[in-house]
């Protein structure tokens, strides 16, 4: 996912793509502690997709507050 396809997204879709992600990363962390990860490599991509959801809603934020 790349921070130019999220800006292109309103904040509501953004919104709900940040929740979709929060609960598969959830997923991931439970997986992590039983031992059942079968793609270590999407816990890091997952974590940085959520910070790049993030950063594009506090940009629009930001931008929608001047």
């Known amino acids: 996912m790349n921070a130019a396809e999220l800006r292109d997204k309103a904040p509501d879709e953004l919104r709900t793509q940040l929740a979709d992600l929060k609960k598969e990363a959830f997923n991931l962390r439970f997986q992590a502690a039983t031992g059942q990860t079968e793609n270590t490599a999407r816990m ?23």
């Open 44 to 66: 890091r991509a997952v974590r940085r997709d959520i910070a790049r959801v993030n950063t594009v809603l506090n940009e629009k934020a930001a931008a929608a507050a001047e």
